[in-house]
């Protein structure tokens, strides 16, 4: 996983 996916799941989350 790159950083970048990490950030997404984390983001999307935060929104849920």
Known sequence: MTR???KN???I???V
């Open 4 to 6: 970048l996916q990490i």
């Open 13 to 15: 989350g935060a929104t």
């Open 9 to 11: 799941i984390i983001m």
